[in-house]
């Protein structure tokens, strides 16, 4: 079964800190994606990331990086130097690959609510 | 061009009564998945459209909702009649193509059922 685990529920940090939000994921599939989206506090869901299963070279954009290990099963998201506007609910999110008629639907944790303090 | 829109914003009902979520996806996406978030818990898969037709309905909680997508394009989803456990927050998403693409959400639709 396809599982995501995100343990932390919050993390609370001030301003220009780095922090990493934790992603473990569980699949038998070989094909798979992995997301990141972020919640602000207005509600929508914000697509930030999408990495199939067969790259595992990390991704930086801008204060955002991501490292996706297969051997641990992760696929964790640093934001560096943080600012007020990052805090949210940060979701990660799987899904299967979609050939032959299977659905792409995500697969969610539980999501870290992260606060950004002045 | 518009995103994934979402109507109402909010709702608040009764328990017993009925409530129609609707969806309208971005243009052109055939592809329309709704998802549930009850309070402090993960986003839960409720169903995925192509065009008119149900994909993959595995998600939904039981035979009190019913979705729907005439014509392909917007969709409505229909809680009836609404019990408390369905408060939440419902998102509807679209996308172009379901291999792998990002799906666009909407704002949601938060229903209280009191």
């Known amino acids: 079964a396809q599982k995501v685990t995100q343990a932390q529920t919050e993390i609370s940090v001030v301003e220009k800190e780095d922090v990493t939000l934790d992603c473990v994921y569980e699949?038998?599939?070989?094909?798979?994606?992995l997301f990141w989206y972020k919640q602000p506090p207005s509600g929508e869901l914000v697509f930030l990331i999408r990495?199939?299963?067969?790259?595992?070279q990390n991704e930086i954009s801008g204060r955002y990086s991501w490292n996706f290990q297969k051997s641990t099963s992760s696929f964790n998201f640093t934001i560096t130097a943080s600012q007020v506007v990052d805090s949210a609910v940060y979701f990660c999110a799987l899904s299967e690959a979609g050939y032959g008629g299977a659905t792409n639907k995500l697969i969610f944790g539980t999501g870290t609510l992260l606060a950004v303090q002045p | 061009e518009a995103g994934v829109t979402q109507f109402p914003s909010h709702s608040v009902i009764e328990k017993g009564q009925t409530v129609t979520l609707r969806c309208d996806p971005i243009s052109g996406h055939d592809n329309l998945y709704w998802y549930r978030r009850v309070m402090g818990k993960e986003i839960k898969f409720l169903l995925h459209?192509?065009?008119?037709?149900?994909?993959?309905e595995s998600g939904m909680p039981n035979n009190r909702f019913l979705a729907e997508r005439t014509g392909g394009t917007y969709s409505t989803l229909k809680v009836q009649p609404a019990e408390l456990e369905d408060s939440g927050v419902y998102f509807c998403?679209?996308?172009?193509?379901?291999?792998?693409?990002?799906?666009?959400f909407g704002p949601g639709t938060r229903l209280t059922v009191l």
């Open positions: 998403a679209s996308s172009q193509d379901p291999q792998g693409n990002e799906q666009f």
């Open positions: 990495r199939n299963s067969f790259d595992e």
């Open positions: 699949t038998r599939d070989t094909t798979y994606y």
């Open positions: 459209f192509v065009k008119e037709s149900k994909q993959d």
